[in-house]
Nanobody, 129 residues
Framework: VQLVESGGGLVQAGGSLRLSCAAS????????IGWFRQAPGKEREGVSC????????YYAHSVKGRFTISTDNARNTVFLQMNHLKPEDTAVYYC???????????????????????WGRGTQVTVSS
């Protein structure tokens, strides 16, 4: 299984970015997949997850209403549309997936090493003020 993120970059506060995560080695059939981020000096945190188990999505309180997670099952790709970006959104964003029957809420808290089965290498998002 391989997850490859793209779409990060530098943007001014109030701007938008769309992250993509292309998955290979498994099909979007029975999965949980989502986005996590880690800012310098801070712990990794869940941003948003989506689960096929209960067709649910979950968002961190800090991004709710600004970020939207979606999938293109035909292309095995998950997206994170980020609008109204703030400087505090600056972080490395990671895509992660697991093939166990987790809900999106369960996946959000699994930020430790090995807590989810597969992780991408990350893409940097920098929001300038």
């Amino acid at each position: 299984v391989q997850l490859v993120e793209s779409g990060g970059g530098l943007v001014q506060a109030g701007g938008s970015l769309r992250l993509s995560c292309a998955a290979s080695g498994f099909t979007f059939d029975d999965y949980v997949i989502g986005w996590f981020r880690q800012a310098p000096g801070k712990e990794r945190e869940g941003v948003s997850c989506i689960s096929s188990r209960d067709n649910s999505t979950y968002y961190a309180h800090s991004v709710k209403g600004r970020f939207t997670i979606s999938t293109d099952n035909a292309r095995n790709t998950v997206f994170l549309q980020m609008n109204h970006l703030k400087p505090e959104d600056t972080a490395v964003y990671y895509c992660a997936a697991d093939l166990r029957a987790l809900t999106s809420a369960q996946a959000m808290g699994r930020t430790g090493p090995g807590a989810l089965g597969y992780w991408g290498r990350g893409t940097q998002v920098t929001v300038s003020s």
